[in-house]
DNA sequence: CTGAAAGCGCTTACAG
DNA sequence: CTGAAAGCGCTTACAG
């Protein structure tokens, strides 16, 4: 399905419109010019009696009347509107983050328009190709991506292309692609964890890591033995389990971990919330209560975590604000590349009191 | 926050942007008229010399060519867009609907547009008004939404307007606003599954049902016992119990009905698959294994089901499907309102076995 | 099959 | 403060 970057996407067999009042009948309802109407409308516009941008208002009420979003884009050159590419909306990670683009988004008078990519790069090419038609002010790219070297390559240079004609490009995510980025703290994030479970006096960990190399597993499992090593915890060798990123495989993993039973083992880290409720119920089968004797923490506190019990401890990476930030620095001029990074915040619950000790 | 109507929205303090190739260049590159450079970039013109096509498509994609969106719908009179507003989009639900829209938006040249609403119809009404600005094809609602019979009095207005002006409106849900609708089936559903259940020999149902009122919830209830009425099972009055729309909720409620244990229960159906895994926990911790002796189902299928042991039966509303089916209803012509709804899947699973008498 | 011209609905200098 | 005019980048009859 290569298309030819020429090709046209006219004609998908649309029907035309007809439009409704236009700036022209607001002028002719007001009595004045369209230029003078155009200016009435526009609140910035300074020299604009009061009088006719009363008229010109009431007018434009009466009729019902919405500026044409188009002509004014082809006037003014862009599109009041940042496009985001995500990988799958049905992502819960992903969801969070779209939604605080369309909060800022809307708050700074922009619309958010959003494609699908599917988690592949050649696909990314082809919307990223798509909506430079719409000459949005900003592109957001969010997710993780995967492909080739080659693809990866054609990627960056249809995104410079973009940001040659002027727009912007953004990453909401893993800081892995030349521009400006609205990182995702997820290193921080499990080290700050770990500071957090070391202040409640936990000190002998235990990993269980999703068994495919995502960045995003990587990220968690590079914060967590950061934050070990400087603290001085140790983190043995047969204490970290890989295991598949869902319920079934982490309790299945943690299950293992508990016959085995390691040393000293305090406290159980996984990579996401929904494998820690796997490993809640691997203890609670194995005869454990979570938070008694060994704690739990789990990642991202995305899922509905507040529905177990005891509470699940985990840490909250802020992700609409992520997304947020993405806008603003859309909107933000700038010379070189910028990163922004919130502080995550840990979230102590019941699996992880405060031990005796 | 009442806004003006015909308040402006210009001048969000976003910059204007140098624009790329043009069709005027691509004219000038293949040394043509923008008249044919036009009709040589359009798949579907008929009178255009290959020859001339090939020189056209040749430079255009040295020049990496974008036709400009916006003006190309100055011309014709409206955008490429569907403009979907969804009240939450990190509800799963929704996101699902919103995926199927996004992959037909895709399939069918279009782009997606999406505002969030947060429930509120005056929120609703605002973006409404704004998406207008965008001349979208269509506007699609989905989620749930809630206000005074005066503001759901003043969206049709609005929507109204809308139509007016030639745009189209879809409803993506339930069956409440007079336009076309792509109905997701919770009645329907609800009545399949009570008729597996049935057919596996199931006869004396429990019904944990949200403590609130909502639309889809009702739709859910009303299925069950339409259903049941007609196949001649008995629902006892103290076998339909309500509690909060979340796993602990349901597991509350549960376990107070494994202690009453109505004489003949033989099954348990929540409204959410949430809930039903609530539901299996209460049954775990009273000593029962679900699935041996008492089922349990579900409703939605959207959750990660698959993660629980033994799997959750549950229906699948096909809401990929909905979302898609909304955006076609928005493409085809149609002169009165129209409806579709699709077959829901009962998806039978290890918490319904076939009951042995 | 091809080109010159008009027009879509706006905004913005440029003159008053 | 107000209006006439030019121009944004396209598409589409209308003549060749």
Request: charged share 25%; hydrophobic share 40%; glycine share 10%.
């Amino acid at each position: 399905m290569t298309t030819d970057p020429a090709t046209d996407d006219r004609s998908t067999g649309v029907p035309i419109r007809p439009s409704g009042a236009t700036l022209r009948d607001v002028a002719d309802a007001a009595g004045v010019s369209k230029a003078s109407a155009s200016r009435a409308l526009d609140p910035t516009s300074q020299y604009v009696s009061s009088a006719m941008r009363a008229r010109v208002l009431d007018a434009a009420g009466r009729l019902g009347y919405r500026p044409n979003a188009s002509a004014r884009a082809t006037t003014t050159g862009a599109t009041a509107m940042v496009a985001v590419l995500v990988s799958d909306i049905r992502d819960p990670y992903n969801a969070e983050i779209v939604h605080g683009v369309i909060e800022q988004a809307g708050a700074s008078g922009l619309v958010a328009t959003f494609a699908g990519t599917d988690h592949a790069i050649d696909d990314e090419i082809r919307v990223v190709r798509m909506l430079r038609s719409l000459r949005p002010h900003a592109m957001i790219l969010t997710g993780t991506r995967s492909g080739s070297t080659v693809s990866r390559a054609s990627l960056e240079e249809e995104l410079a292309r973009y940001t040659q004609e002027g727009g912007r490009v953004v990453i909401a995510g893993d800081d892995e692609l030349p521009f400006d980025t609205a990182v995702v703290p997820r290193r921080r994030g499990a080290s700050a964890l770990v500071a957090e479970l070391f202040r409640l006096g936990y000190r002998s960990p235990a990993l269980i890591r999703p068994d495919h190399d995502s960045a995003a597993a990587r990220r968690w499992e590079d914060g967590v033995v950061e934050a070990a090593g400087r603290l001085g915890m140790r983190i043995e060798h047969d204490s970290v389990v890989r295991a598949p990123m869902t319920r079934d495989g982490a309790y299945d993993a943690a299950a293992g971990l508990m016959v085995r039973r390691p040393e000293h083992l305090d406290v159980v880290l996984a990579a996401t919330d929904t494998m820690a409720i796997g490993v809640m119920s691997a203890m609670r089968d194995a005869g454990l209560t979570p938070g008694t004797g060994i704690g739990v923490a789990g990642f991202d506190d995305v899922v509905g975590t507040e529905d177990v019990t005891p509470g699940l401890t985990s840490v909250d990476l802020a992700l609409a604000r992520v997304g947020a930030a993405a806008v603003e620095l859309a909107l933000s001029e700038s010379g070189d590349r910028r990163r922004v990074e919130f502080e995550p915040r840990v979230v102590v619950r019941g699996t992880t009191p405060a031990r005796a000790d």
